[in-house]
């Protein structure tokens, strides 16, 4: 049993010395991976808009139209959401549960209707479907003009927030290094803006409706995508040993935050019951993977280049 334990141990020992061997040799090859990724990314965001003329879904709160609470245990809310959409096949409808500590409490009609009659049809087939009478049920209105005009506001926000991290990040590189380092700063920002990217895909594919919280989400995963990448370049200019050395360094710590920061992330969605906060981990949990991805492969290997050219291993 000794023997068998210990051979155990010595073969792991062995597939960690030849993945650290790859990602020390092989890291011109290893942006394949990557690259190959935000191909897939572009093709899938291109195909949604080409079919719904948007990147993704929105919620009412950003494309306008009504919201139907209804207190109820009914729990189908895939069946409902099916008779809703063969009764309004022009329209985007979503249902989703309501929940408090587990329990089914209601659940949430969401439709891109504008008007009186369409609505009016909507509120009678979920009255007479869940039994309960239509004043019982609360209604909410979004304005189709007011929807899209918060919505512009939102990109707008996040495009120059997306212009003032890149800005900080040029100015910081500056101050530690004593002179402007375009290449690394636009390393860092293109890491940032394919992590949106991915991550946008990937909530098209599921079919999230995204709210205006889940649109606040990718500003924080700006921030986290940052930090990594920032803790890349600094330890690879600035730190001792072959670069090799410095890039693993670097790896290993950051690897230990997004993990952490992973698990926290992936605990706050199994727990939380409101929709918006799940919504947000959701799009956080599946940034920091994609993270992990292009900052350890992408702007690791593209960075290790730069400096080599440099004479700076």
Not at 39 to 55: D, I, R
Not at 233 to 244: D, E, H, N, Y
């Amino acid at each position: 049993m000794a023997e068998n334990g210990s051979s155990g141990v010595s073969g792991e020992k062995s597939l960690v010395s030849s993945l650290i061997r790859v990602y020390d040799t092989k890291y011109r090859k290893l942006l394949v991976i990557p690259a190959a990724v935000i191909v897939a990314a572009v093709v899938v965001l291109l195909m949604t808009y080409s079919s719904t003329g948007s990147f993704f879904k929105k919620d009412i709160s950003l494309s306008g139209g009504v919201s139907v609470i209804a207190i109820t245990d009914f729990s189908d809310t895939a069946l409902l959401e099916a008779e809703l959409f063969s009764q309004f096949p022009e329209s985007d409808v979503s249902v989703r549960r309501l929940s408090q500590l587990g329990k089914s409490t209601g659940i949430v009609v969401e439709a891109g209707l504008q008007s009186d009659e369409d609505i009016g049809q909507l509120l009678a087939f979920v009255s007479s479907r869940l039994g309960i009478p239509e004043d019982d049920l609360t209604v909410q209105r979004v304005g189709a003009s007011l929807g899209r005009s918060f919505l512009n506001k939102m990109m707008v926000g996040i495009a120059i927030a997306f212009a003032l991290m890149a800005l900080a990040v040029f100015i910081y590189f500056r101050i530690i290094s004593g002179k402007w380092l375009w290449l690394p700063g636009i390393f860092v920002v293109w890491t940032a803006f394919v992590d949106i990217l991915c991550t946008l895909a990937v909530i098209s594919i599921l079919g999230v409706h995204l709210s205006a919280a889940g649109l606040a989400a990718f500003l924080m995963l700006i921030g986290y995508s940052v930090d990594t990448d920032i803790l890349l370049t600094v330890r690879a200019l600035k730190g001792s040993g072959p670069l090799a050395e410095r890039v693993r360094s670097a790896a290993k710590t950051g690897l230990l935050m997004s993990l952490t920061a992973f698990g926290a992330v992936v605990a706050g969605y199994s727990f939380a019951e409101s929709e918006t906060v799940k919504q947000i981990m959701l799009i956080l949990s599946v940034g920091m993977l994609f993270d992990i991805v292009h900052t350890w492969l992408t702007n690791a290997g593209l960075l290790r280049i730069y400096l080599e050219k440099r004479g700076m291993v």
